[in-house]
């Protein structure tokens, strides 16, 4: 069973339009992390979210943990904004599970 | 910010030979964990330590051996690689006993068994 479904797999913006990104949870977990990562390369911490709404520049997350979801809201898209974003989640035993990850494509 | 370092970057070797990677953090985090990461399936965790000694099964564990020597080190060993067994490999750190339970991550290791 998928512990972590993110959606859409995919997506494609104009630069400046914004992104919705989003992350459903099989169980109530309240670790919720998001990262950035380009093709082959290391994962960038963007936004450690357990509950809440918290933001970070362009990026906004907003975790409901009795919904057993979370968001990442990417405003006025940047070409170097392309790239796989990724939700984790903790289980409580310190034992992460991660989604498959939104491609994100920013076209001039 | 955490610095996780792991060598080597590439590794190419064949059916049935010894492979060890090696991960190093700096920042005193008690978690250290081993991820592969593979088209169509994402990252999973293959192994994790709680501290020095200390091992943790994850949920791909088959084929692969840890060790956790001190609280920096942590290695992956596998003893007898398959092509299964390529993939992008990551290492990474944790501090749960914090307020944080914030993950860092290396910048991975691609192995490829021929």
């Known amino acids: 069973e998928q512990q972590v479904q993110q959606s859409p797999a995919s997506l494609v913006l104009q630069e400046g339009e914004n992104a919705e990104l989003q992350c459903s949870f099989s169980?109530?977990?309240?670790?919720v992390q998001w990262f950035y990562q380009r093709p082959g390369g290391r994962l960038v911490s963007l936004l450690y979210?357990?509950?809440g709404t918290k933001q970070s520049g362009r990026l906004t997350s907003t975790t409901v943990i009795k919904e057993r979801r979370s968001s990442l809201h990417i405003s006025s898209s940047q070409i170097t904004d392309s790239g796989t974003y990724l939700c984790?989640?903790?289980?409580?035993?310190?034992?992460?599970?991660f989604g498959k990850g939104t491609s994100l494509t920013v076209i001039p | 910010e955490a610095a996780v370092t792991q060598s080597p970057r590439n590794k190419v070797t064949v059916t049935g030979g010894n492979v060890t990677l090696s991960c190093r953090q700096t920042?005193?985090?008690?978690?250290m964990y081993w991820y592969r990461q593979d088209t169509g399936h994402g990252l999973r965790l293959i192994h994790y330590?709680?501290?020095?000694?200390?091992?943790q099964i994850g949920d791909v564990p088959d084929g692969y051996k840890a060790t956790r020597t001190t609280q920096e080190d942590f290695f992956l060993l596998l003893e007898l690689a398959s092509p299964s067994q390529t993939s992008l490999y990551f290492c990474?750190?944790?501090?749960?006993?914090?307020?944080?339970?914030?993950?860092?991550f290396g910048p991975g290791t691609r192995l490829t068994v021929l």
């Open positions: 330590s709680y501290g020095a000694g200390n091992l």
């Open positions: 990474a750190s944790s501090d749960p006993g914090g307020d944080s339970y914030e993950q860092y």
């Open positions: 979210n357990p509950s």
């Open positions: 169980i109530f977990t309240n670790q």
């Open positions: 984790a989640m903790d289980t409580g035993y310190q034992n992460f599970y």
């Open positions: 920042n005193s985090h008690n978690y």
